[in-house]
């Protein structure tokens, strides 16, 4: 892992990365890392993807899918420290531990990162085992009463004896000797155990002195944990989660937005409340939960996670295995917008949500939700320049499950400012750069999910006012002038349309103007000026589709 500047915080930006949670459970391979290892590097590395984590009980050789096991055969060294299962991690053998395969990884130019329990293991109590640099053993340290209620492997420590900060101390130091940049903590939050993570975190900063490498430290799991722990969290960890597992459900993900928003005024640079992990492609292979699939997400509905989770500026860990997932997902995430507006945004909030009825007074008729988030687009905090500097993001969601039309509830200016509403816009698709939808504005009817940013141009002077009922009155004037026989204010029309696309503003006040005053001019104008609007909207319409539009939104 290159060394970052002295001045740069631990996890600048939020991490992205790979988990093997989702997808291999408890029995991932080294093989297997490795190739997740090199086609993050070859296809995802570019758009800011860096990190690999090996999820939970690689010291256990008996691991299997859908479960754990009581009483495993865990792989431990003299003072109980776990050690990988040298037949799924080969490298690992004789006592080298995860070394060799950090410096697999770090040599692709990524990060490796693995998952512990809190406590220390069972077996290294039932045996008594020496804790490391004391003359203190397992049984001195343990605390039998606090032990995790759905992993059987350890018992807690009894952090009111000076032998448990040692433990950690020991584990720590074998696990920074490795060369891990990372570390997910289980069993931490809920119940909330503070002074555990106190300790681990005093463990890992003297591991850090030491080794002179920083660890990234995420707890988990998340369920119930309170804003009110922050500044304790923002002092021990640099992520911590806020709920319980998501898999690729619909409903794990709707159940996100309550939580973001709630988070999403707490985060900081350095320490990121996790909405936890991605469930994109191939997911399920030897997995806890579920059998060998693709992530049953529909594309809207990933595309809703990936916009939720960055305008919150959660992490993003995907659990898919990467080689073998479907292109749509790959797709998604090497989209540079991700990173741009996890690392560069700030002021991130929900500023809108309403419950949508067919019938306003019949909760019967209950279809769905609207939410809007807007942020503002910031200087990344490694001193990269924002990509939309004096720019805007905002993402515009639907829940429910058929589709939705905006109209013009939301204006412009609650995204940009009342102060800045009358200056020049340019709206831009954030999936514009994906291959998976075409280039054009999505506010106006949308299905899960629209995002967009809005970036500041000077220059900008095309006003575009698109919605499918002017495109069809647009064309139905054509229709009427064309059986009116006004062929000559048509052509007249078509000369005047081409001449004033260079002169955009004057034109589109006399555009405006017709839809004003419509039926209250002699038919012949109104046919000719309406000729011109629908020329323009014609002419709107193709640029949006080209993915290059300047646009400007009536107040």
Known sequence: MTDLPQSLPQAWRPPMGWNSWDSYGTTLTEDELLANARFMAEHLK???????????????????AHGYNDNAPLILDEYGRQLP????????????GFGPLAAAVHELGLKLGMHMMRGIPRIAVDKNLPVYGTNYTAKDVADLDHVCKWNPDNYGLNQSHPGAQAWYDAQLDLFASWGLDFLKVDDMQTPFHSDEIAAYHRA???????????????????????????DFLRENAQMWRISDDLWDRWEDIYQQFARLARWAPFQTTGHWADADMVPFGHIGLRAERGDDRQSRLTLDEQKTLLALWCMGRSPLMVGGD???????????LQNPALREVLAGSTNNRETVRERIFGKWWDESTYRGEFIVWSADAA????????????GHYAALFWTGSDT?????????????????RNDDWTLADLYADSALLPAHARAILIERVCVAFAGRQRHAEVLCFLTQRVQRLALFIQRVAHRGGLFVHFLVGLLLARLCI?????????????????FAQQFASILLRAMLFALHVQ?????????????RLPN
């Open 46 to 64: 570019n758009a800011g993807w860096d990190t690999l984590v090996i999820d939970i009980d690689w010291y256990d050789p008996t691991a299997r």
């Open 404 to 420: 939705y039309e905006i109209g013009r509830n939301i204006q412009l200016q609650s995204i940009v400012g009342l102060d800045a």
């Open 322 to 332: 990467l080689p073998t997932s479907n292109s749509d997902a790959i797709a998604l």
């Open 379 to 390: 200087d990344w905090a490694d001193g990269t320049r924002s990509a939309h500097h004096g």
């Open 204 to 230: 890992i900063a003297k591991a850090e002195a030491k080794y002179g490498r920083s660890i990234d430290l995420s707890l988990s799991p998340g369920g119930w944990v309170a804003t009110s722990y922050v």
């Open 539 to 551: 002419r709107a319409h193709a640029l949006l589709r080209d993915g290059n539009v300047n646009l």
């Open 502 to 518: 260079a002169r955009t503003r004057k034109l589109a006040v006399d555009l405006f103007e017709v839809l004003r005053n419509l």
């Open 85 to 96: 299962d040298p037949v799924r991690f080969p490298s690992a053998a004789g006592g080298k």
